[in-house]
């Protein structure tokens, strides 16, 4: 692994995993090929450690002949490919961007790689690999008693993104099947850390929290998602990278499963911890039941136990020690918040996505 194309990498995942890459392994080039969508901003990329190893690249994953110059031009050995639309309330909204970027971009992505590793030889098929990052959202939604989502079980998606994921997912196998294409997947639970968009359960929580406004909590609070630190996930990406064999996919999760409503409550006893003078005290107050997410998933939980058994992978960070640098770097960062804030998009997803939610009693 010498030459890498990460995509998506001025996203939340993809700019830490970078991050993560350029200070533990001093051997690789990373290659950002990203569209800066408003997902994606250069903020994210800010103070990389060893930048010089970094070469930013705007564009589409969707313009295959972009992504073969980049495959040729920079000898690249190595995909990991992040970028995606990734919000499941935005598919709700509107499924359209989900399909073009998640299924025809992966799509693209694969046919670059197909022509250019395997149709032209440039490098030895032994030495390239497409790695996928998926989520736990394409196995469906778990019962209270059910056991966690192994690596077998079936895809079930319920939302426009995790159809489209599990569409990708597909795409990646049927490649490795049908072409040889060398790949891996893995599939992780919701990642929370520094650089999450605050359209995301978190930072928007945390956001809303210090300014006082309302907390909203779709339903009744009660589904369950299990929280990944982000430096775990990038930890366990890097090891499937180096370790991971050929043509599997791996389970990544944090191992922690509140409800919403109990992580929502965590974070306002943090928030109350660190602001006791604060005129919002206490912040639990600012808590508002508001209409259900349509199809909104109840119940997701994953079985890690290949990658911890395989590959040695253990979450380092438990859910109050991850919440706590979480907090701590969105208080040391207004400058990034402001930039998101202000532009009229954000507030025009905010007005969009909540004003038009009734509450509930
Ligand atoms: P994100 O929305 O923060 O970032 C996505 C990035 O992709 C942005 O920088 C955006 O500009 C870029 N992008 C979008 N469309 C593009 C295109 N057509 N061409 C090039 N770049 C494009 O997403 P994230 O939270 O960092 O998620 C990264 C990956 O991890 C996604 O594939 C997502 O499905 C997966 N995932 C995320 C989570 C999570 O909790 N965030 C959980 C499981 C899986
Ligand atoms: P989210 O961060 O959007 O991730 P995902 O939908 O991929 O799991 O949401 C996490 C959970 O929080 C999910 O059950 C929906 C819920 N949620 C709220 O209750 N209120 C909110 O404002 C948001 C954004 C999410």
């Not at 890498?4 to 991050?19: K, S």
């Not at 995606?84 to 998640?102: C, K, L, M, W, Y």
């Not at 507030?347 to 009734?358: H, K, P, S, V």
């Amino acid at each position: 692994m010498k030459s890498i194309l990460v995509t998506g990498g001025a996203g939340f995942i993809g700019a830490n995993f970078i991050r993560h890459l350029l200070a533990v392994d001093p051997g690789v080039q990373v290659i950002n090929l990203d569209l800066l969508t408003y997902a994606g901003s250069l903020e994210n990329l800010k103070d990389l450690p060893d930048a010089e190893r970094h070469t930013f690249v705007q564009g589409d994953i969707c313009d295959q002949s972009l992504v073969e110059c980049l495959l040729r031009r920079h000898r690249i050995d190595t995909i990991v490919h992040f970028a995606a639309e990734s919000h499941v309330d935005r598919s709700i909204h509107g499924p359209a961007p989900f399909v073009r970027t998640n299924i025809q971009g992966t799509f693209s992505l694969l046919e670059a790689a197909r022509k250019v590793w395997l149709g032209e030889g440039m490098l030895p098929p032994d030495s390239v690999r497409f790695h996928h990052v998926s989520t736990d959202e394409v196995y469906g939604s778990l019962g209270p008693r059910d056991a966690p989502f192994c690596e077998t079980t079936p895809y079930a998606p319920n939302s426009p993104y995790a159809a489209s994921k599990a569409a990708s997912d597909h795409l990646v196998r049927a490649y490795g099947h049908t072409y040889g294409l060398p790949f891996t997947i893995t599939n992780c639970s919701n990642n929370y850390g520094p650089y999450q968009f605050p359209e995301k359960l978190i930072p928007l929580m945390i956001l809303n929290a210090l300014a006082g406004e309302p907390l909203p909590i779709y339903g009744d609070g009660l589904q369950v998602r299990d929280w990944l630190y982000v430096e775990d996930h990038c930890r366990a990406i890097h090891m499937v990278l180096r370790e991971g064999q050929i043509g599997e996919t791996y389970n990544i999760g944090g191992g922690n499963q509140p409800t919403n409503l109990e992580l929502v409550q965590t974070i306002c006893r943090l928030l109350d911890e660190r602001f006791p003078d604060s005129p919002h005290q206490p912040h639990q107050s600012l808590i508002t039941f508001v209409e259900d997410r349509p199809g909104h998933d109840r119940r997701y939980a994953m079985d890690t136990r290949k990658i911890q058994g395989q590959l040695g992978w253990q979450p380092r960070e438990s859910l109050e020690s991850g919440l706590r640098k979480t907090l701590e770097w969105y208080l040391g960062n207004e400058r990034w918040i402001e930039v998101i804030r202000s532009r009229p998009s954000y507030r025009d997803w905010l007005e969009r996505n909540y004003t038009a939610r009734g509450t509930r009693a």
